[in-house]
């Protein structure tokens, strides 16, 4: 899964190539699995289309084997869609599965981007994946492997694969688009010890009540957690901050261009409302000439309330 590469190359010297592109190519166009016996008829060959809960495919799981066998049991594909213009994720249950997450308690739609990719464990491949979603455009392919912990502390390794393009939305706008699938692997083993010293720096300069994450500067979009995410407000929501705080990103924006910036923002709160956060932001690159947000979220203080005219603030969403 560490690359992507075209069947023709990976099946170049096998006789049933061109058979086994015939039924991949008659599976995407059908929607519907596929049992055909090769020109020689000594081989079968069975396809499984890898459809999203939008009716697209993503893939065609393929076996080609005996015509006296069965296939062997299996790691199940994922699909899984990317909105990258809204910063939303939509998961199937068996992506979710793939992750380590539980599909009776996660919700499959409308995700948060953020949630795609664990905070545990942070991955060296991640960096291209962030960095592609920073620097997005369409006809973009990547593929790797992630080994991560899951909630439950379980330790997993998992291929995906990723393709965007430019797709028409219910709205009737553009939308940039990323369709992937992702596949359990063979871990191996326990989880192996921490190496990153970056992961390490990370980990000694954690502090209890800090909550720190990575953001895309151009529109403010959550893309990972560094730390646990922060329950002081809904980082979900679609609302990023208050309306009337919007000058405040502005001069923030500016300010990232020769250091750090820190104000007290008003974010949206859990289940209504608005709730002051002492926001502090590096610029940081995340791969070469690619730089995303590196903020630090905590609750200010009580001087910092009264700095920013914000004693009892809050109020309702905008409508």
């Known amino acids: 899964m560490k690359n992507l590469v075209p069947l023709s190359v990976f099946l170049r010297r096998n006789p049933n190539l061109a058979a086994i592109q015939t039924a991949v190519a008659e ?13 020689k008829t000594d081989r079968v060959i069975r396809t499984v289309p890898i459809t999203m809960t939008d009716g697209r495919i993503h893939g065609v799981h393929v076996w080609c084997g005996p015509t006296n066998a ?9 699909p899984l869609k990317w909105d990258m213009t809204l910063g939303v994720a939509t998961d199937t249950v068996k992506s979710l599965v793939n ?20 905070w545990q464990d942070p991955n060296p491949d991640e960096a291209k994946v962030l960095a592609l979603t920073i620097d997005a455009a369409p006809n973009r392919t990547y593929s790797t492997t992630w080994s991560f912990t899951d909630k439950q502390g379980n330790f997993h390794t998992v291929g995906f ?54 953001v895309d500067l151009a529109d403010w979009n959550l893309l990972k957690w560094l730390d646990e995410p922060c329950p002081h407000y809904d980082w979900r929501a679609k609302d990023r901050s208050h309306p009337d705080d919007k000058p405040l990103l502005v001069e923030m924006t500016k300010e990232l261009q020769t250091g750090a910036t820190s104000r007290v923002l008003r974010l949206p709160g859990i289940g209504g409302g608005w709730v ?12 070469e000439n690619v730089y995303a947000g590196l903020i630090t979220l905590r609750l200010p203080t009580d001087a910092e309330l009264a700095d920013a005219k914000l004693v009892g603030a809050g109020g309702p969403p905008p409508s």
């Open 70 to 78: 069965e296939p062997p049991e299996r790691p199940i594909p994922g």
């Open 99 to 118: 992750e380590g997450l539980d599909p009776t308690t996660e919700s499959t739609n409308g995700r948060a981007f953020v949630e795609d990719i664990p």
């Open 276 to 287: 002051p956060m002492h926001v502090t932001i590096n610029r940081v690159e995340v791969d």
């Open 27 to 39: 599976t995407v166009a059908t929607g519907t699995s596929l049992t055909s016996v090769t020109p």
């Open 161 to 214: 694969v990723a393709r965007t393009g430019m797709e028409v939305a219910e709205d009737g706008s553009q939308h940039l688009v990323g369709r992937a699938m992702n596949l359990p692997c063979e871990t191996g083993g326990a989880k192996p010890p921490p190496t990153q010293l970056a992961q390490r720096i990370l980990d000694g300069l954690s502090q209890p009540g800090v909550y720190r994450a990575l």
